[in-house]
């Protein structure tokens, strides 16, 4: 099958192709980011393959149809960016990788936490510069202190029994509960959640009804001084609410992988050229707050699961086999 690769990077283009040596497409690698410009680029492609920036929402999926794409499959398990009930409109089918590494996700989280807690990016810039003075590098013991986790799915609930293990009083929420949670962790409200944690995590798909889910009026229910750690989805954060907490110092703390306006910004070196979003550049200029460029998934193991499953979606297409990570509209 003729398969386009939108927002293929190096790392794409080597293990896509190495894991087709057994799957037998037909790969057409675009740099591109898949919108309303880029879409006739699939002309003649069965399948398109995208990534978290793409943007395959109507207008973008009218024109894949017309140019022929029948499937269009996400290397991600966020799908957000793929409009389903017009693709099931424009009989497109559409998949994910519902399940690859979750630990990647998990343990970045907490990476986040630490490096955002005891101030590990700051000490290093200041080492290399000479500088071992400790003022303002002070952290506190996440030991003994409670942490919020919104989503027990499969990261979230990783992500909270790591947190156990640091001695942590554990507090979930999720409209769908898990009892493997309650082996360490206590479901409460998000009421109480935001109200009682010090830290909170986010491991929540991002959907219509939870957009900015932490606003202005969250943020002030939430504890003094808490850390909020966002590795799922920036729409979830109003993040100019998140500015003004900061200033506050209603928030203490703020570590994120992901950003509302990241198609603009992330997965590309901008590093000499001026960057418009003053937003990111304001929350960059925090001593208390670290951005990643969404690289919470990529470690070996999570990168080889998603490229095998991608593939495994496009052959099941192709084979006109139940799509077993098919996302329903
Ligand atoms: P999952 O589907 O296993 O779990 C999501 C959980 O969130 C479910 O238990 C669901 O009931 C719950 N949920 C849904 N709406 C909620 C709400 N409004 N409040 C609280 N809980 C809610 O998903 P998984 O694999 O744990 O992934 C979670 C999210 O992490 C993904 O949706 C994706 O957005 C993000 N992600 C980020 C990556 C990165 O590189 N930064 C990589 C992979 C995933």
């Known amino acids: 099958m003729k398969v386009a690769v939108f927002s293929a990077r190096r790392y794409d283009r080597m293990l896509l192709n190495e894991a087709n040596a057994s799957h037998g497409h037909e790969l057409v690698f675009l740099e591109d980011q898949l919108n309303a410009r880029t879409a006739d680029l699939a002309q003649g492609c069965e399948a398109v393959a995208i990534f978290v920036n793409d943007k395959a ?65 700051r000490a290093v810039t200041r080492t290399r510069d000479g500088n071992f003075e ?68 986010l491991h929540c798909p991002l959907t219509e009804a939870n957009r900015h889910l932490v606003n202005a009026d969250t943020l002030a229910r939430s504890k003094r001084g808490g850390i909020l750690i966002n590795t799922s989805r920036g729409g979830l954060v109003d993040t100019e609410a998140a500015v003004e907490a900061l200033k506050s110092g209603q928030l203490g703390g703020l570590a994120i992988d992901v950003y509302e306006q990241e198609a603009s910004l992330f997965f590309q070196d901008l590093s000499t050229t001026i960057i418009a979003d003053d937003v990111i550049q304001r929350l960059v200029s925090f001593p208390n707050v670290i951005v990643t460029g969404h690289q919470a998934f990529f470690t070996r193991e999570a990168i080889g699961q998603i490229m095998a499953t991608t593939l495994d979606n496009i052959t099941a297409f192709a084979r006109g086999e139940p799509l077993v990570n098919r996302i329903e509209a």
């Open 134 to 201: 400790l003022d303002g590098l002070m952290g506190f013991d996440l030991h003994g202190r409670t942490v919020g986790v919104v989503g027990t799915g499969k990261i979230g609930r990783i992500f909270g029994r790591i947190m156990s293990g640091f001695g942590c009083t554990v507090l979930g929420y999720d409209p769908y509960p898990q009892a493997e949670f309650e082996t360490y962790g206590r479901y409460v409200t998000a009421d109480e959640l935001l109200a009682a944690s010090d830290i909170v995590s």
């Open 57 to 121: 929402d109507k207008d973008v999926l009218a024109t894949l149809a017309a140019g022929g794409t029948r499937l269009v499959t996400t290397r991600s398990t966020g799908f957000n960016h793929i409009d389903a009930e017009a693709a099931a409109a424009l009989d497109i089918a559409a998949t994910r990788v519902a399940d690859y590494s979750p630990y990647s996700v998990a343990e970045f989280a907490v990476g986040l936490l630490i490096a955002v807690n005891r101030k590990i990016p």
